[in-house]
């Protein structure tokens, strides 16, 4: 009782000993009896310790593979901690022991106590596993509390973590105060892992090692949802990794792995994920190109988290409802994604101004991109506009304007070309600080100085941000007001204005459709026009082509330079062919077919369908090309592909072609464009005697008048043509009588 000790099962040997030499100095006993009531306190202890502890006793004994020599210790330290079973022992029991041994033992003898700990606790849940039909399954569930991973109940497993030296390596502690869905996400990904993973090594050093390096750093952070960490977030857990291994970028995987092994395993799909892995979609093989797949969609660099929302929301609807192939939604959600960064943090989508958008409309004409580029991101921009319309969100009017043309069919190219022009004026206004609003409601003298100005700012060339750009004609500053008139008329349209423009006035036009059909349009005018110089389009000499025949690198490019010339139609249209179903291999036609779906975006204009005759020795040359590439053409349905590079067997995209015919002319001089060919075609057609309403109806023109801007026709053939008429005709008015 002097030591506190009130059960005789916690009596240790010591205190026996102490007792002993109590009884014999305290106590005037003799040795004899000292000796006697010693062995006494023994067999009291003995028999105790039986009656209560006999279970554990006996099912350490049983226990085979084990020094047995040490398990007297490894007893009476269970024994102390009122350990009645073997299966009550957990780590935290182990843990005590460790610090208990490291008070009394060497530390040689340390890991020898503890590993003899281990492998009764082992053996015992091997015997228990034995009484389940298939011992190869082993199902955990979550629980806040310590899992140790040489007690788990698969051993074969377990045995596997046997030489890993630092044994806190393998604990993994949910009773730790944390976030509970991002507890139960690691040990979703623990079990993930311990199943799918084989390699030990690997296992160990790619998985749970930085997994475990992670799920402190999310305790210590206090991250809620592993799916929805930030970037910046990220960096800083890749700064530790970086103090642990040297190789740290293979470590950071582990936020990559973690982020999918979620994904792709919920039973919901994690819609707010802040990445989205494209397997779990199970998409249809015509939305995904096998050449150049896409794995994942991001959106965490999107800072403002409700236009982070607003991103997904509109790439749920892009992959759930519009049929479009993954590369173009990525394509489209990586535009949007740059405008929405460009926002900053602080700015809703939502609440974006005409100026705000004309602002980064000037910003991104100034980078160093293509137009067609920059067409590309505005009408992207557009579509997400158009979404959150449909959403009932808030939309821009420029958005709404582009939108109304893309449902009335307008081409892509014709599109990209309002979008440009749009961007131009937005730029306008913003240099001039002022809204469509604003315009609206200035006087009629205001409106045309307004629009005045604006015709000189393009005839400057104020619009481009290359100084060395030649100026544009007067006809492509009209074309560029006349579009700008026609988004005014739009929004009144749209918004029910009771005001229209003050300086637009109204007027009758007569017009031809191709067949000679006359009608009588009624348009409101500008009277303040630039004076139009009727410039003729250019066109290309055929013995240029020639030179540029021979000059193209490969059989692919002379088709695309035949079939433009020999068709008259327009690019798009050549690149939207595909070979199994808009040739005829027979006749030696070429079709055109209106699709909205191509993968290169390629589309017929006016949404109408055409067919042209080509030579023989273009149609020869046309199959040369197919068994020439046939490996690459035939694993697509295209015509047109790249045949070298990363893109090979991709459809060609109209970027493709200007890229060529900038090489061709950097090699010959010779500056040709796919529109000068369609002149061409247009040209040689009229010199061969075709009418005009058949060039028009080839050229798939809506108005003859269009077909006769692009008929060259000279003073000398005026003259020659003059000449021919008048030799047949000589007395036509019987002028000669009246001499």
């Known amino acids: 009782m002097q030591l506190g000790i009130y059960n005789v099962i916690l009596v240790e040997e010591n205190d026996v000993r102490n007792y002993k030499r109590f009884l014999l100095e305290d106590r005037d006993c003799t040795i004899r009896e000292a000796n006697s009531m010693t062995s006494f306190l023994r067999n009291k202890k003995a028999h105790w310790i039986e009656q209560e502890y006999g279970a554990l006793l006996e099912e350490i004994?049983?226990?085979e593979g084990i020094e047995m020599p040490l398990t007297g210790n490894i007893k009476n330290f269970l024994i102390r901690e009122g350990i009645h079973h073997i299966r009550e022992i957990d780590y935290a029991i182990r843990e005590k022991y460790e610090q208990y041994l490291m008070k009394e033992k060497k530390p040689e003898q340390v890991l020898r106590y503890l590993k003899t700990l281990d492998r009764i606790k082992q053996y015992h849940i091997r015997q228990e596993m034995k009484q389940f039909a298939n011992t190869k399954k082993f199902h955990l569930r979550y629980e806040q509390q310590i899992l140790f991973l040489p007690y788990l109940p698969d051993q074969k497993l377990a045995m596997e973590f046997d030489k890993v030296r630092d044994k806190t390596e393998l604990v993994w502690d949910f009773s730790v105060k944390a976030s509970e869905k991002m507890k139960q996400q690691i040990f979703q990904l623990l079990i993930h892992i311990l199943e799918n993973v084989k390699d030990p090594k690997d296992r160990r050093v790619r998985f749970l090692l930085p997994m475990q390096w992670m799920y402190q750093y999310c305790i210590k952070q206090g991250i809620v949802d592993i799916e929805t960490m930030e970037q910046e977030e990220i960096e800083k857990l890749e700064e530790i990794v970086k103090q642990k291994v040297v190789n740290y970028k293979n470590s950071m995987q582990i936020v990559d792995n973690s982020r999918k092994i979620l994904f792709m395993s919920g039973k919901q799909i994690h819609w707010h994920a802040n990445v989205w892995y494209m397997e779990r979609f199970h998409l249809a093989p015509e939305r995904v190109n096998?050449?150049?797949?896409?794995?994942?969609?991001?959106?965490?660099?999107?800072?403002?988290?409700?236009?982070?929302?607003?991103?997904?929301?509109?790439?749920?609807?892009?992959?759930?409802?519009t049929g479009l192939t993954i590369g173009n939604i990525r394509s489209q959600q990586n535009y949007v994604k740059k405008f929405l960064k460009y926002l900053g943090t602080d700015v809703c989508a939502l609440d974006v101004t005409e100026k705000q958008i004309g602002a980064y409309f000037k910003e991104i004409q100034q980078q160093e991109i293509q137009a067609e580029t920059v067409n590309r991101q505005i009408l992207d921009i557009t579509k997400f506009y158009e979404y959150l319309k449909i959403k009932k969100h808030i939309v821009l009017l420029p958005s709404q304007y582009l939108m109304h043309k893309m449902r009335a069919k307008g081409s892509p190219?014709?599109?990209?070309r309002s979008a440009l022009v749009i961007s131009y004026y937005l730029n306008y206004l913003s240099e001039n600080q002022l809204t469509m609003e604003d315009v609206w409601n200035m006087k009629y003298e205001k409106q045309q100085e307004h629009f005045t100005d604006f015709l000189i700012w393009l005839k400057a060339g104020m619009h481009s941000k290359d100084e060395y750009t030649k100026k544009p004609y007067n006809e492509t500053c009209n074309a560029y007001l006349k579009e700008v008139f026609r988004l005014y008329n739009f929004a009144e349209q749209q918004e029910g204005c009771e005001q229209s423009l003050?300086?637009?006035?109204?007027?009758?036009?007569?017009?031809?459709?191709?067949?000679?059909?006359?009608?009588?349009?009624?348009?409101?005018?500008?009277?303040?026009y630039l004076k139009e110089t009727g410039h003729i389009g250019r066109t290309i000499e055929q013995d240029k082509i020639v030179i540029l025949l021979k000059a193209c690198a490969n059989c692919r490019d002379q088709v695309l330079l035949l079939l433009l010339a020999e068709t008259g139609f327009r690019i798009g249209e050549i690149l939207g062919n595909r070979y199994a179903t808009d040739i005829d291999y027979e006749n030696h036609l070429i079709y055109v077919n209106f699709r909205e779906d191509n993968e290169n975006d390629a589309r017929a204009k006016n949404a109408e369908f055409r067919k042209a005759k080509v030579s023989d020795a273009t149609f020869e040359i046309l199959k040369f090309y197919l068994e020439e590439y046939k490996d690459l053409i035939f694993q697509q349905e295209y015509l047109l592909v790249n045949?070298?590079?990363?893109?090979?067997?991709?459809?060609?995209?109209d970027s493709g072609v200007r890229s060529l015919m900038e090489r061709l002319e950097k090699k010959t001089g010779i500056k040709v464009t796919p529109h000068m060919l369609r002149h061409y075609f247009a040209n040689t057609r009229r010199k061969a005697g075709w009418k005009l309403e058949l060039i028009s109806q080839a050229l798939g023109h809506r108005h003859i008048e269009t077909t006769m801007k692009y008929l060259n026709i000279t003073e000398e053939e005026l003259m020659e043509a003059s000449d021919a008429f008048y030799s047949q005709h000589q007395s036509l008015y019987g002028v000669d009588h009246l001499l």
């Open 290 to 321: 096998p050449c150049n797949p896409v794995n994942r969609l991001s959106f965490y660099q999107v800072e403002n988290l409700n236009n982070r929302k607003l991103l997904q929301e509109y790439a749920r609807y892009q992959i759930g409802i």
């Open 413 to 416: 190219n014709t599109i990209k």
């Open 61 to 63: 004994r049983q226990c």
């Open 502 to 528: 003050k300086v637009l006035s109204d007027a009758q036009y007569i017009v031809r459709n191709s067949v000679g059909i006359r009608k009588i349009l009624n348009r409101r005018s500008f009277h303040g």
């Open 643 to 653: 045949v070298s590079g990363k893109y090979a067997g991709k459809p060609m995209q």
